[in-house]
């Protein structure tokens, strides 16, 4: 199984200002996704986050308010850019085992990192 | 319509009790998943099922492919077990989560 980690944990941000978000896994993994949960609604995906290359956004989302890293096979940041009350969330990074989301592999979460904007 | 239907939305029990909540989903999918959130936000994965039945303590996990529908049984239900319960499908390609609303169980002693 793999262990996630996520920096930091909560904040309260400034509207217009930006906040990175970082994610460390404890184990090589192919794919690492970024998730966010806005107030009593389901998770959805932001980006999966590709080592090496630009990360595939989701319909909604774009790069220039998401910006995301991956410099290594544990390791990625969510940048969110420009802050509004809108992104107040909960943001999580997720991880699938052997590089898909087939009925072999499971998903594991991070803890989750929840964000306020006022 | 969404493609991952859950029910109830809110849920709310006395200890000892046994719960079901159900899942339904309107999309083909590779793999069901079960998940609980807990209050500070975290999500652990509580299953994984692409057919049948799986059990974990008092944790069951059932699949009906032909009727695209999954519960998840908790039976001797706990405080410790209120959190959120959230029923994601992966899409046939396997490549992203689709996930329900979620259900939030209060268990109460």
């Known amino acids: 199984s793999a262990v996630i980690s996520q920096k930091p944990s909560r904040d309260i941000c400034q509207r217009g200002t930006s906040l990175t978000i970082q994610c460390q896994v404890d184990?090589?993994?192919?794919?690492m996704f970024w998730y966010r949960q806005q107030p009593g609604q389901s998770l959805t995906l932001i980006a999966t986050?590709?080592?090496?290359?630009?990360?595939?956004?989701e319909s909604g989302f774009v790069i220039d308010k998401f910006p995301i890293s991956r410099p290594n096979l544990t390791f990625s940041t969510l940048t969110v850019s420009n802050m509004s009350p809108e992104d107040s969330s909960i943001y999580l990074c997720s991880v699938a085992e052997r590089g898909g989301l087939g009925p072999q592999e499971t998903q594991y979460f991070g803890p989750g990192t929840r964000l306020l904007v006022l | 319509k969404n493609e991952v239907e859950q029910s109830p939305q809110n849920l709310t029990a006395q200890e000892g009790e046994f719960i079901t909540i159900n899942c339904s989903y309107s999309?083909?999918?590779?793999?069901l998943h079960w998940l609980q959130q807990h209050p500070g936000g975290g999500i652990v994965s509580l299953f994984m099922?692409?057919?049948g039945k799986k059990k974990h303590g008092r944790l069951i996990a059932t699949i009906n492919i032909q009727e695209k529908h999954s519960s998840l049984h908790i039976t001797a239900s706990h405080p410790r077990d209120s959190a959120v319960y959230i029923c994601a499908v992966g899409n046939q390609a396997g490549t992203a989560l689709i996930f329900g609303k979620g259900t939030t169980l209060s268990v109460s002693s």
């Open positions: 986050a590709n080592q090496g290359s630009e990360a595939t956004y």
């Open positions: 999309v083909g999918i590779s793999a």
């Open positions: 099922l692409s057919s």
């Open positions: 184990s090589q993994v192919t794919m």
